[in-house]
Every structure is written in C-alpha cells, then in structure tokens.
Nanobody
Framework: QVQLVESGGGLVQAGGFLRLSCVVSGSSFRIQGLGWYRQAPGKQREMVATITSGGATDYADSVKGRFTISRDNAKNTVYLQMNSLRVEDTAVYYC??????????????WGQGTQVTIST
C-alpha cells in the first residue's frame, strides 16, 4: 500500500553530478524515516544516506562531503544530490521508507531501484 517511485538515474562521467528523486505515496500511512541504499554487482547492499522525520541525516563514510539527502514532506519526496561522482559509485540505488499504518504496524517499503552508472 506504500509505493515508491524513483527517477533521476542515468549515465554520467566521473566528476559529474546527478540528483535522484523518490516520491512516496500511501494514504493510510505516516512516513517516518527515509533513506537511500545502493548495491553494486557482486556486493552487499549498503546504506548511503538516511534522514529522520525531524531532518537529522547520516551518511556512509564513502559519500560524506559529496552526497546530500533531503526531503520535502509537502511533496512526499526524498532526494539524493550526488556530486563529484566516482566510478565506484556505480550501483543500483534504492529508496526506502519507514511507514506506520493506521493500526500502528510498521513497514519498510522499497523502491524499484534505479541504475546509476559512472564512466571514466
């Protein structure tokens, strides 16, 4: 009942930038924390950035100073601004929402994933 729709992925050269967006919908849920995760071929999925309902952020060490996570609650959207991109940033990027239903059940909902490819 919670849907996440991502956009903004693509192919860019090293040193370039991208902004990912994820729109979250679901009328019977309250959205709490939001985050971006990524998975490269042959590797485990890892946290990239998270943001709480109050706006507190956390980042993986590998992206600190380069990536910025933000949210627009009026638009039910979370963003990931990615600057100074490196080849090792190549991965499928997923957005995640922590949702609380009307009967107080907690769900983790994931987007479909969007490919980010950084070329040399």
């Amino acid at each position: 009942q919670v849907q996440l729709v991502e956009s903004g992925g693509g192919l860019v050269q090293a040193g370039g930038f991208l902004r990912l967006s994820c729109v979250v919908s679901g009328s019977s849920f309250r959205i709490q924390g939001l985050g971006w995760y990524r998975q490269a071929p042959g590797k485990q999925r890892e946290m990239v950035a998270t943001i709480t309902s109050g706006g507190a952020t956390d980042y993986a060490d590998s992206v600190k100073g380069r990536f910025t996570i933000s949210r627009d609650n009026a638009k039910n959207t979370v963003y990931l601004q990615m600057n100074s991109l490196r080849v090792e940033d190549t991965a499928v990027y997923y957005c995640k929402a922590e949702a609380i239903s009307s009967d107080y059940r907690r769900y983790d909902s994931w987007g479909q994933g969007t490919q980010v490819t950084i070329s040399t």
